[in-house]
């Protein structure tokens, strides 16, 4: 078998998986979770379980959104300003430093947008992210096509085709 045939077979692999929770997840689950009227998933497991099991809960979640999401988005967040920005020629430093500045930049930045602003800004900043995100999701493909068929995205005809003759 070719190595790059196993590569797709291991990304497939995570695919179908990630496919097999979500149909348990909607089957099982979420008729639980929505029939006893629940927002958060603290609160479903404190109804279901007792106390000492949801602070348990809590806490696994916040070690991993501190240990594993927050430094996984700060950095990755830092990495995109720098390709952007070129920071460490413009302030004369390593790429090291100014990756660890920027890392603070967002993080004093993103704390302060949400203690200032509270829930509701976060959620509506998330819902304008969501459809900002669907829009450039539906128009990439398009653009793309338009631009590979040299502008004849909507038009059909032999001369554009890669057909056989």
């Known amino acids: 078998m ?3 045939i ?3 077979y291991r990304v497939w692999g995570w695919e179908v998986t990630a496919g097999v929770s979500i149909i348990i997840l909607a089957t099982i689950l979420l008729p639980k979770y929505l029939g006893g009227g629940f927002t958060t998933l603290p609160e479903f497991i404190n109804n279901r379980f007792d106390q000492q099991t949801r602070l348990l809960i809590v806490l696994l979640f916040m070690v991993g959104y501190g240990f594993i999401t927050i430094p996984s988005v700060l950095y ?3 990495i995109a300003v720098l390709q952007i920005f070129d920071i460490p020629h413009l302030f004369g430093i390593t790429f090291e430093q100014s990756v660890w500045a920027i890392v603070w930049l967002i ?3 993103g704390t302060l947008y ?3 602003g509270g829930l509701k ?3 509506i ?3 304008l992210n969501g459809i900002g995100l669907l829009i450039v999701g539906i ?3 398009i653009l793309g096509f338009i631009t590979l068929g040299d502008g004849n995205f909507f038009i059909w005809n032999e001369d554009n085709c890669n057909t056989p003759s």
């Open 76 to 78: 990755s967040g830092s």
């Open 114 to 116: 949400a203690i200032l």
């Open 6 to 8: 196993r590569i797709i």
């Open 125 to 127: 900043s998330d819902t």
């Open 107 to 109: 993080g004093i930045i």
């Open 139 to 141: 128009l990439v493909p």
């Open 121 to 123: 800004a976060i959620a």
């Open 2 to 4: 070719d190595k790059d």
